[in-house]
């Protein structure tokens, strides 16, 4: 196979017009018995030296231009390094970022001074279920880079990234404790767990303070016996609530000790 760009054909071309070049001149070096040779080798001498000169300017031309193509793809120049102004991170808006994290920890503080809602969903309050544990971390991570000023731009990305992320554990580990509801709780205590759901929600309905009172009262109960065993306990935030909650139904006399 020939090299790129190679023509088969130049090299015998070249040879013929060399010997052409040789007749010519011998013609006219030794043609002198010979009137008509001298002039024969004249034309053949003249256009030998045309034919040459030709090819000359054209490996001229063909060698100018690989240099000219080589040297510029040699001196292409580099591409200038990045000023300091190119690396700057997007904007963020911090006020809404912190707005959205605060409405975030609004919903995760509902639901767990709710015990209701934390009956309904007990893994939502359990660590060692992966979502809920995965969200725990995500919230603390985002609370930690949360200020009360504005902090610098790369911080305030890393804060806009933590609450996103945060946001997005959320809503899985409360799909995830929606799909194991009781599921997780051994069949005996499942029992006692609807029993104080069903007084919450009557407490809760109830227009008659001695009915809402006597609901509050069993529904603690319930939920005692469920920490006795071990099986589930409100948060202190959904204990405090209830206990408030048992204290409002309470004569007034009773509400001084």
Request: net charge positive.
């Amino acid at each position: 196979m020939g090299r790129p760009g190679h023509n088969p054909h130049r090299a015998p071309a070249r040879l013929l017009l060399l010997l052409a070049l040789l007749v010519g001149l011998l013609g006219v070096a030794f043609g002198g018995a010979i009137p008509a040779i001298p002039y024969v080798g004249g034309v053949v001498v003249v256009v030998g030296w045309c034919a040459w000169l030709c090819s000359a300017v054209a490996v001229l031309q063909r060698s100018g231009n690989r240099s000219t193509v080589q040297k510029g793809q040699l001196a292409q120049p580099a591409r200038p390094p990045l000023r300091p102004d190119q690396h700057r991170l997007p904007s963020v808006d911090w006020r809404a970022i912190r707005a959205r994290f605060a409405q975030l920890r609004t919903e995760y503080a509902q639901f767990e001074c709710d015990p209701l809602a934390v009956l309904r969903l007990p893994a939502l309050t359990d660590v060692t279920v992966a979502s809920t544990g995965r969200f725990v971390d995500a919230f603390a991570e985002a609370q930690a880079l949360d200020t009360d000023t504005e902090p610098p731009g790369a911080q305030c990305a890393r804060f806009a990234s933590a609450v996103d992320h945060a946001w997005r554990c959320w809503g899985a580990a409360r799909d995830a404790a929606e799909r194991i509801r009781l599921s997780g709780i051994p069949a005996e205590e499942r029992i006692i767990v609807r029993r104080a759901i069903k007084l919450l929600t009557m407490a809760r309905e109830s227009n008659h303070d001695t009915e809402r009172a006597a609901a509050y009262a069993k529904a603690r109960l319930e939920l005692a016996k469920l920490e006795r065993s071990g099986t589930l306990a409100l948060p202190p935030a959904a204990a405090a609530a209830l206990s408030a909650a048992i204290r409002g139904q309470l004569p007034a006399a009773r509400t001084q000790d």
